[in-house]
């Protein structure tokens, strides 16, 4: 009976892991949000047949709430994990739309500061704070693979390459989860913990639909970014449904191994570096 974590569960990615992994009555699916009540009735009122969910209330960015939600999980579990999927991340509009100098025109340097610091506490800090609670159950789990979802926008070369200005703070936040992954994977290889970043593809969160339109600005470099994506893959039509994107990421994680050199690996959803579509 394989067992599952999942950060950020209650829409997006987040609530795509956990609604095609409990189709499998066989696997335990543990989704970490920072709102319970909410996504348990979201629970109850779109997936009520399905007895293997179980919802924990943990922000990110609380270190003892992660820890008592690793104690809630060794409960449930009988003290093991197998996957432990990092999927909450910190998004901010502006970021992803902008270039350096039109986001710092935008903003001062004290609300700059303090999104830098929202990015890195959340998609890097956060994150080595999740493994270190969650670690000791993945030391007696089975299967021992960490899922980090990352981001092409993390990769240097793609974004040299097909010259991205945009999403500087994001970016660089999850070039930075990438290393930590590499890091974590090399001391734990030995314990046979796989670690791997992996980019989900285009995916439809419905976050873009909330703030894009405040600057008339930031639709125009929507519609510069979609040309370079087009550019650069032909094929790509648009967002994946998140649990397209699941089940496409899924199918590549349960191919790697460390056995075959994955361990730390930065892959897209296709299981290559090909990041589109």
Request: aromatic fraction near 14%.
């Given at each position: 009976m394989p067992s599952y974590v999942i950060t950020g569960a209650s829409r997006g990615l987040g609530w795509g892991f956990v609604k095609h992994l409990s189709e499998d009555t066989s696997n335990t699916v543990i989704g970490l949000v920072r709102n319970a009540p909410a996504t348990i009735e979201r629970v109850k009122t779109e997936l009520a047949d399905r007895k293997n969910i179980h919802i924990l209330q943990a922000d990110r960015n609380d270190t003892p709430a992660l820890k008592k939600a690793a104690a809630d999980t060794a409960n449930i579990?009988?003290?093991?994990?197998?996957?432990?999927?990092?999927?909450?991340?910190?998004?901010?509009?502006?970021?992803?739309?902008?270039?350096?100098?039109?986001?710092?025109?935008?903003?001062?340097?004290?609300?700059?500061?303090?999104?830098?610091?929202?990015?890195?506490?959340?998609?890097?800090?956060?994150?080595?704070?999740?493994?270190?609670?969650?670690?000791?159950?993945?030391?007696?789990?089975?299967?021992?693979?960490?899922?980090?979802i990352s981001s092409c926008m993390g990769d240097p070369d793609f974004n040299r390459e097909w010259a991205h200005d945009q999403a500087?703070?994001?970016?660089?936040?999850?070039?930075?989860?990438?290393?930590?992954?590499?890091?974590?994977?090399?001391?734990?290889?030995k314990d046979g913990v796989l670690f791997i970043s992996?980019?989900?593809?285009?995916?439809?969160?419905?976050?873009?639909?909330?703030?894009?339109?405040?600057?008339?600005?930031?639709?125009?470099?929507?519609?510069?970014?979609?040309?370079?994506?087009?550019?650069?893959?032909?094929?790509?039509?648009?967002?994946?449904?998140?649990?397209?994107?699941?089940?496409?990421?899924?199918?590549?994680?349960d191919k790697l191994s460390i056995e075959n050199n994955d361990q730390g690996k930065y892959l897209s959803h296709l299981g290559t570096k090909r990041w589109l579509p």
């Open positions: 579990t009988g003290g093991s994990l197998d996957y432990l999927v990092g999927n909450a991340a910190y998004l901010d509009m502006f970021d992803q739309f902008d270039g350096p100098s039109g986001f710092l025109a935008n903003s001062t340097p004290e609300e700059f500061t303090k999104l830098f610091r929202s990015f890195f506490d959340t998609n890097v800090l956060a994150q080595i704070f999740l493994y270190e609670a969650f670690l000791p159950l993945l030391l007696k789990g089975s299967i021992k693979k960490v899922l980090s500087i703070l994001y970016s660089s936040s999850k070039a930075a989860l990438n290393m930590v992954n590499i890091k974590f994977g090399a001391q734990y290889k992996m980019c989900p593809g285009v995916v439809d969160t419905g976050y873009e639909n909330n703030r894009i339109y405040i600057r008339p600005a930031l639709a125009a470099k929507l519609q510069e970014i979609v040309g370079k994506f087009q550019a650069y893959s032909p094929d790509f039509k648009g967002a994946h449904e998140p649990v397209e994107s699941v089940k496409m990421m899924l199918g590549v994680l």
